[in-house]
């Protein structure tokens, strides 16, 4: 795709159209290493690499595509109410594209959070008919038994529910640490199944959604990339329901 210089800067989140041709006069924009001037000259995006303030290298993206380690205490709301908002761990040229959440982990859940300004792919991933499975770590607060994951794995009972809520797998990794698959996406499912088959949900981490996994994205807590083709195509995996 071709566009003028001030646009391609407008559309990746550097300002308004204004704000990107001061940009450009005062020398801070560098396309493919070579310093523009002129914010009429049209570029092609594909394979473009915008460098601002001789520091900061941005490729050109269509689309966002990103995965965040999301810490303990942050909301996935761009209007946080008691905690600060997920986006703050994000540079601005990201919030300024409008990215958001694609679905929500409670304030105290860690872990793998997709974002995205991209709709089509936020409601593919998020709306419940495409029951897109998600694995989550448990810490208990009392030691588990073989018999509590059995009951997770044929369904419990929750407030609310016309029928039994089961888990796509569940296994006990150690008597304090529970993986659980789900893929209907309830309000505080995984806290709520916990409880209702006997025992407290002391501490949540989403480890993997589809066949993407938190580990193989060396994410510290706080941490954020963006997705590849290949991770995006592990989303579309099953995850292994075999252990």
Not at 114 to 123: Q, V
Not at 181 to 204: F, P
């Amino acid at each position: 795709m071709k566009l003028a210089l001030d646009r391609i800067l407008q559309s990746q989140g550097f300002g308004s159209r204004k704000g990107c041709r001061e940009l450009i006069a005062d020398g801070e924009v560098a396309i493919n290493g070579e310093l523009a001037t002129d914010y009429r000259t049209v570029f092609e995006t594909d394979g473009m690499l915008i460098t601002l303030f001789g520091e900061e290298d941005w490729p050109y993206r269509e689309r966002l595509y990103v995965a965040l380690n999301k810490p303990s205490n942050y909301e996935c709301s761009r209007k946080p109410s008691h905690h600060p908002g997920i986006l703050t761990l994000l540079p601005d040229p990201l919030i300024e594209r409008d990215i958001q959440p694609v679905g929500r982990l409670d304030h105290d859940t860690t872990g793998l959070l997709l974002l995205s300004d991209d709709g089509a792919f936020i409601h593919a991933q998020s709306h419940p008919r495409h029951h897109q499975p998600k694995t989550y770590l448990a810490t208990v607060a009392e030691a588990a038994t073989e018999k509590l994951v059995q009951h997770l794995r044929d369904g419990v009972q929750l407030h609310d529910e016309p029928a039994p809520i089961a888990a796509l797998s569940a296994r006990l990794v150690d008597e304090f640490h529970i993986e659980m698959v789900l893929d209907q996406g309830k309000y505080h499912q995984v806290k709520r199944m916990l409880a209702a088959a006997g025992n407290h949900c002391a501490a949540l981490t989403r480890v993997a959604i589809g066949g993407l996994t938190l580990a193989s994205l060396d994410l510290a807590e706080g941490e954020w990339r963006y997705l590849t083709d290949e991770h995006i195509a592990a989303l579309n995996r099953e995850p292994d329901l075999s252990a």
